[in-house]
């Protein structure tokens, strides 16, 4: 069989060169930069990107970098730290550790932080492995070099999830510089920051964490009034951070207690029409429509995105809070029994789920 094939190969090659066609056998060659400069950032990107993750809460989302790990004794799971901003995990309620579509999100355990700094460690348990960037001034009590006109690359997810380790380049402006009242605390710079990319890392070139990206500085007074402010970005200098973070001590780790839920995201009608198509709902569609899931939890595997949910325990759905009418008093284990419509081959069906709470 395998000499058949091999026939059939040189018989078409050869028919290919009498005819005056050409035959090349390309293999895939992974991008080489024609700069060394840019070969060494993509290599340093490469590198580090996979400690960088989101930290999603119930109020919206923020970065992390996970910088520790350690063994859970008596178990084949691990303990990871990640550090964030304080203000990603101040009042956020259950909380996830997010690493790209390809994964399925991590419940936080607990979380640690200090708000005057705006730094935080969120702690998360899991079987897999994952990368750990070895952070040299918590782990070896050392200082890394921050010096103006430096090349930084800040990884996070601004705006949306959607946006997972966008990367930003720029300089540092100001090697120190006042935060919170603290001076020294942060570092300037004009990688772009946006609402999302709070808690994520800011790397040099060799790919050594120099800072936690926390604001943005939107607007400056000038004689002509307010403007948009270019390229004055905020983050947490490590050196600065780390004794804090070095320090935090098991009792200060507060626990981040799960509640039963259902596991997706709604819009009421009139709000999600207003940014996508109305194909994507029956006519005159009355419910609220699913937009997202908790990938820790049970909805995922029976409803869909766009899914309009008509009904719930046998009652109409036309708000939110009629969904929040029937989740109150809510238990794990509970069976609630949802009717969504949903587009099936250009065709609008109606389907009956019973989904427990988890």
């Known amino acids: 069989m395998k000499k058949k094939l091999l026939y059939l190969v040189l018989a078409l090659m050869t028919v290919l060169a009498l005819t005056g066609c050409s035959f090349v056998l390309r ?16 290599d340093m990107i490469r590198t580090v990107e996979p400690s960088v993750v989101a930290v999603k809460t119930e109020t919206g989302h923020g970065s992390g970098i996970i910088f520790k790990s350690e063994p859970i004794l008596e178990t084949n799971q691990t303990l990871y730290y990640v550090m964030t901003n304080y203000h990603v995990v101040e009042n956020g309620g259950e909380m996830t550790v997010h690493f790209g579509s390809s994964q399925t999100d991590i419940q936080v355990s607990d979380y640690a932080g200090y708000q005057l700094y705006d730094i935080a460690v969120v702690r998360f348990k899991s079987s897999k492995t994952f990368r750990v960037h070895d952070v040299a001034p918590i782990n070896n009590n050392t200082i890394t070099e921050i010096v103006k006109g430096q090349d930084v690359y800040a990884i996070g997810s601004p705006q ?18 006042s935060y919170n009242g ?27 964490l120099i800072g936690i990206n926390v604001a943005k500085i939107p607007t400056v007074s000038s004689k002509d009034g307010t403007i948009a402010a270019e390229g004055l970005n905020y983050s947490l200098s490590i050196n600065k951070i780390a004794p804090i973070v070095r320090n935090f001590k098991e009792s200060d780790y507060q626990k981040v207690e799960r509640k039963p839920r259902l596991g997706i995201s709604v819009q009421e009608v009139s709000i999600f029409l207003q940014e996508n198509d109305a194909s994507l709902l029956p006519p005159n569609p009355v419910g609220v429509v699913v937009v997202g899931f908790d990938q820790t939890r049970n ?51 109606t389907l009956t789920y019973t989904i427990i709470l988890s």
Not at 29 to 37: C, G, K
Not at 160 to 177: A, R
Not at 312 to 335: C, E, K, R, W, Y
């Open 299 to 349: 909805a995922k595997d029976y409803l869909e995105k766009y899914d309009l949910i008509v009904e719930m325990n046998g009652t109409p759905v036309t708000s939110i809070a009629d969904i929040g009418a029937q989740l109150a008093n809510a238990a794990f284990g509970d069976p609630h029994v949802l009717k969504v419509m949903r587009k099936v081959n250009g065709e609008f069906v």
């Open 182 to 208: 603290v001076v020294g605390l942060a570092i300037m710079h004009d990688a772009e920051l946006n609402p999302g990319n709070s808690g994520g890392p800011l790397f040099n070139l060799k790919g050594e």
């Open 160 to 177: 949306n999830i959607d946006k997972f380790n966008y990367v930003t380049q720029g300089i540092v402006s100001l090697p120190t510089f």
């Open 27 to 42: 293999a895939e060659v992974p991008y080489q930069s024609p700069t060394p400069y840019e070969q060494l950032r993509i």
